[in-house]
């Protein structure tokens, strides 16, 4: 029996890009069970809410700690400015709702400027070299960057 989602998936900036380049990969196997959940409702029309702060993929994450990200000393400060880049880049608004699609259309065009700013030094860049997509994107629009 499929489960029936009440509210919509709730997506901070940054996850609206880099949902993309989700390979099955993650920190431990509810992370990503999470993960490929989110991506299955936004690839067959669940509508996204766009929020600011921890989100539905942010709930499973062993780093999240009072709806702060721990990962590091200074990744909540970093992951605010990574939404903040993604939302202004993507030309979208908080608190809003978007279809998934409308949001892949948008990638292909923001991609080189994403990459440029916040890939290389990511920890998740060696795992997003191995997605096709990403790797696509890489080649025709930022190759030079890296």
């Not at 990969?25 to 959940?37: D, H, K, T």
């Not at 936004?42 to 009072?66: F, H, V, Y």
């Not at 259309?105 to 290389?120: H, L, N, Q, T």
Request: with cysteine; proline share 3%.
């Amino acid at each position: 029996m499929e489960s029936m989602h009440i509210s919509p998936v709730s997506l901070r900036g940054h996850h609206l890009i880099c949902l993309h380049f989700f390979n099955g990969e993650g920190y431990r196997p509810n992370f990503v069970a999470n993960l490929r959940n989110i991506l299955e409702r936004a690839e067959t029309g669940e509508q996204i809410n766009i929020c600011e702060g921890a989100d539905d993929i942010c709930s499973a994450c062993p780093s999240l700690q009072e709806k702060r990200c721990r990962y590091s000393e200074d990744s909540e400060k970093e992951i605010k400015e990574m939404d903040r880049a993604a939302i202004e880049l993507l030309h979208i608004q908080s608190h809003v709702k978007i279809s998934w699609l409308a949001i892949k259309e948008r990638i292909p065009e923001i991609f080189a400027s994403w990459a440029g700013k916040f890939c290389r030094e990511c920890d998740w860049f060696a795992v997003c070299r191995n997605n096709k997509v990403f790797t696509r994107l890489l080649d025709e629009k930022a190759q030079s960057e890296f």
